[in-house]
């Protein structure tokens, strides 16, 4: 059966601390492994992964997908209490189209 | 700006009446659009994908008959839960790829807003 897990499922910070979000899974036919961060609706689209051990990098938040180890880590550094969201990982597979989701994260960055 | 649009975005109904919702992309065609559900504190679960022309294709253990899914054009998916019941209140959300082909896969998706659906 396919899973994609993520851990913690919830996560308490002070605004300054640098978090790493973590997303295993195990699917047939990997293709791509996206993260995304989700505050009040819809979730928006962080970063996607298809290569091993190459780093994606977006201001504070950086990515990088470990194929062999079948993991992916989200890390935000100087954490602002805007970063408080539920941060999602999703896994698409070769065979079909769908975008399977991990269970999330939800961060909360104190002040 | 929105690509995906959702509508409508909160709708409280009575036990045994059916809602629509319609989940459209606005500047590009979608031959495929996936719904999925969420309960609080829960990730999205993926409930079934919608194809422009043809059947959806379900999740296991989401009913078919009780999920009726729509995607009548390139642009328009609508998802009706019909005789819903207190426990089909939830959030729904749709998503969209742009893209109508094979290289399509890796784009991401694009979802619309979101229903909060209450049944009473």
């Known amino acids: 059966e396919d899973k994609v897990v993520q851990s913690p499922l919830s996560l308490v910070v002070h605004e300054g601390d640098t978090v790493t979000l973590n997303c295993s899974y195990e699917v047939t036919n990997f293709r791509s492994l996206l993260w995304y961060k989700q505050e009040k609706k819809a979730p928006t689209f962080l970063f996607m992964l298809t290569s091993s051990g190459i780093e994606k990098k977006s201001g504070r938040l950086s990515s990088i997908l470990d194929k062999k180890e079948l993991f992916s880590i989200l890390n935000i550094t100087a954490t602002q209490t805007g970063d408080s969201a539920v941060y999602l990982c999703?896994?698409?597979?070769?065979?079909?189209?769908?975008?399977?989701f991990g269970t999330g994260t939800s961060l909360t960055v104190i002040p | 700006g929105a690509v995906v649009s959702q509508h409508p975005s909160r709708v409280i109904c009575k036990s045994g009446t059916s809602v629509k919702i319609e989940c459209r992309s606005l500047d590009f065609q979608a031959t495929t659009m996936f719904w999925y559900r969420q309960f609080p504190k829960q990730s999205l679960m993926l409930m079934a994908t919608?194809?422009?022309?043809?059947?959806?294709?379900?999740e296991q253990g989401v009913e078919k008959d009780k999920f009726l899914i729509n995607h009548a054009s390139l642009t328009l998916s609508t998802l009706t839960v019909t005789s819903a019941h207190p426990e089909d209140s939830s959030f729904y959300i749709c998503?969209?790829?742009?893209?109508?082909?094979?290289?399509?896969?890796?784009?991401?998706?694009?979802f619309g807003n979101g229903t909060r659906l209450t049944v009473t």
């Open positions: 999703a896994v698409v597979k070769n065979t079909g189209n769908q975008f399977y």
């Open positions: 919608s194809n422009e022309g043809s059947k959806a294709t379900y």
């Open positions: 998503s969209a790829r742009r893209g109508a082909f094979q290289s399509s896969y890796n784009s991401p998706l694009h």
